[in-house]
């Protein structure tokens, strides 16, 4: 009988297959931002044939840097419908970053190796956790530019390669853009110190004649899309804030656990100090003072900046992987040794796979549920929501009400209407607010008494929620289970879960 050798590339291609098990089990095993994304790339799909949703909603072209889902949901939806639409680009955004990692490798090395396989640790990050689908896919994409890159040599076929290529990469997120033209650059500026670029009279004609304009149409719808951040919300959070800084050590391995991610990342750190100060391993040539810089950028990049959060949790993953496409075994890292690593690793994988598959299975779960209770609501209806306090712990998040746009073609108040070709219609400006923090039952309280204002910028309203009896027509309340609900209002309970109350205003409603 003949064994299959057990290589890299086969496991690689194990793990593949159980990421892709998890996205087929629960197609809606994320949270957080996902479903807001979801819900505007389904507008663009179904607008033209939907008129509840032409009365809430219209496209409008600007030039936008963060758009992965909404080159493939309209469209594909078309074909497999929203959700599964949205479960290959969450199939895509969990795989291609480690998947990268190995081409990588196999630039920097001429094989895939051992250690490559680092960076399927970071499968289930804080970019996931987020659900960040865009600019994680755009980051796999990113650090496969960065491998072509590498293996093209300076000159005025890898300036036309590269232009299409970076304008490419900058409709899909612009954070990995400059993910890749910082690492791009990085390397160059190694490669001159190594005395590979000529004098600094060439170096900086390359840089400036040949290596610019690669960047160049990037560069130029990058500038573009910056003159709209003014649609953004500025002072979402300070400049540089460490408290969130501190994160960025768990960030890599993040994904609703904290002990699981810091486990995961406590192994990572600890590996990598013992291996470089022992000497287990050597870095491809260069790729170690690239490594280097690229750590030195995740140390300094800010928290927020033009009204953007979480910056600091972005470079954490492709870091990893990175460091692990970059090195190789010493003959300091003898057998025994490496086998020990080998167990260690495979028992934390385990542990991240597993609490990956809870996560994603508690997520797709209440996900249905919601799903199951919007189907109590007509078509077209105005909802927005409300949570029992601040710190609930909760899939949902401020954007589960997204849903809603999706199941039953509502306007909800807080749509990514300010990073997307979707608008609202002039008549719903005073309604809307991307990216809107959560009611609480006191803020319910004065927002009801409080007389509807128009918008002040003609893009949205703080006071989307003003006198909300009168003009919305449900409200979705997410609670903790001990919570009995709200009273006092103009409200009637229209279904109820442990965590989720829908709620009619109206003609229905009985003060409480």
Not at 236 to 251: E, F, I
Not at 297 to 305: D, E, K, Q, Y
Not at 434 to 462: D, I, V
Request: proline share 5%; charged share 10%; hydrophobic share 50%.
């Amino acid at each position: 009988m003949t064994h299959l050798a057990v290589t890299p590339a086969r496991v690689a291609l194990l793990l593949a297959g159980l990421v892709t098990l998890l996205v087929i089990l629960w197609p809606l095993g994320l949270g957080r931002d996902y479903m807001n994304h979801l819900a505007r790339t389904h507008i663009e799909g179904h607008l033209g044939g939907d008129p509840a949703l032409q009365q809430y909603y219209a496209l409008s072209f600007d030039f936008i840097p963060d758009l992965t889902m909404d080159l493939i949901v309209p469209w594909l939806s078309q074909l497999i419908g929203t959700y599964t639409a949205g479960a290959v680009t969450i199939w895509m955004a969990f795989l291609l970053p480690p998947v990268a990692g190995l081409v990588l490798a196999k630039t920097l090395h001429g094989k895939v190796t051992w250690l490559s396989l680092l960076g399927f640790l970071t499968l289930f990050n804080a970019n996931m956790d987020w659900g960040f689908v865009n600019y994680s896919i755009a980051s796999g994409l990113a650090l496969l530019t960065l491998a072509l890159w590498i293996r093209t040599s300076a000159g005025w076929k890898r300036t036309l390669l590269f232009a299409p290529i970076s304008l490419f990469l900058v409709i899909n997120h612009a954070l990995a853009f400059l993910m890749f033209g910082f690492l791009a650059f990085s390397w160059e500026v190694i490669s001159y110190f190594k005395h590979q670029r000529g004098s600094l009279t060439a170096f900086v004609r390359q840089c400036v004649f040949v290596d610019l304009p690669a960047m160049a149409l990037g560069l130029a719808y990058l500038l573009m899309s910056v003159q709209g951040a003014s649609d953004l919300q500025q002072g979402v959070d300070p400049l540089y804030n460490l408290g969130q800084k501190a994160r960025t050590l768990s960030a890599a391995t993040e994904f609703g656990s904290l002990p699981v991610a810091f486990l995961a990342a406590f192994a990572l750190v600890g590996f990598s100090w013992l291996a470089i100060r022992s000497q287990w391993v050597s870095f491809a040539e260069k790729s170690g003072w690239l490594c280097t810089a690229f750590l030195a950028l995740v140390i300094l990049i800010p928290t927020a900046v033009f009204g953007i959060w979480g910056l600091q949790l972005r470079y954490a993953a492709p870091l990893v992987i990175l460091f692990g496409a970059a090195i190789v075994p010493s003959t300091a890292f003898t057998t025994r040794l490496q086998q020990r690593t080998l167990v260690v690793f495979a028992c934390i994988g385990a542990v991240v796979f597993t609490n990956g598959a809870l996560q994603m299975a508690k997520i797709d779960s209440d996900w249905r549920n919601l799903q199951a209770m919007l189907q109590n609501v007509p078509e077209g209806p105005k909802i927005f929501s409300a949570y029992s306090r601040e710190d609930i712990e909760t899939a949902f998040t401020m954007h589960a009400v997204s849903m809603a746009v999706i199941e039953r073609s509502a306007f909800v108040p807080n749509l990514f209407t300010n990073t997307s070709p979707v608008d609202v219609v002039l008549g719903m400006v005073d309604l809307h607010m991307p990216q809107a923090y959560p009611l609480l039952p006191e803020a319910l309280s004065a927002r009801a008494a409080a007389p509807p204002q128009p918008s002040t910028n003609g893009y949205w309203s703080t006071a989307y929620a003003n006198g909300w009896p009168e003009t919305w027509d449900y409200l979705l309340y997410f609670k903790s289970s001990d919570d009995p609900g709200l009273s006092g209002f103009p409200i009637c309970e229209v279904d109820a879960s442990e965590t989720v109350i829908l709620y009619k205003t109206g003609p229905c409603a009985t003060t409480g």
